[in-house]
């Protein structure tokens, strides 16, 4: 059995600003990345040890979908993964972990 997915609002934002971001020159392209971006993420409910620990902070996890990280956290005992943000490999990394 999978876990229960949850975005942080955060995480909702961003990803809504990589797609516009995207969309002002290439609408179909913002349309098939989104979609990619959700389908990488979706795949944490059955995989939720999928991404690489992230060294600068325990308990978080970090999927590479290029070219975006997907930050996240396992609650095992909730049975949850916590996405906390998309981020784009270009920048600097988050300062919120």
């Not at 040890?49 to 930050?71: E, Q, S, T």
């Not at 949850?80 to 600097?92: C, G, I, P």
């Amino acid at each position: 059995m999978g876990c229960k997915l949850i975005l942080a609002p955060q995480a909702v934002a961003r990803l809504a600003g990589i797609i516009r971001s995207i969309a002002k020159d290439k609408p179909d392209a913002a349309l098939r990345f989104g979609i990619h971006l959700i389908e990488h993420t979706q795949l944490l409910e059955n995989f939720p040890d999928l991404g690489a620990p992230y060294r600068k902070r325990p308990n978080v996890r970090r999927l590479w979908c290029k070219p975006c990280f997907i930050y996240y956290r396992v609650k095992r005992q909730e049975g949850v993964v916590e996405v906390m943000d998309y981020w784009h490999s270009a920048r600097q990394e988050p300062e919120f972990l």
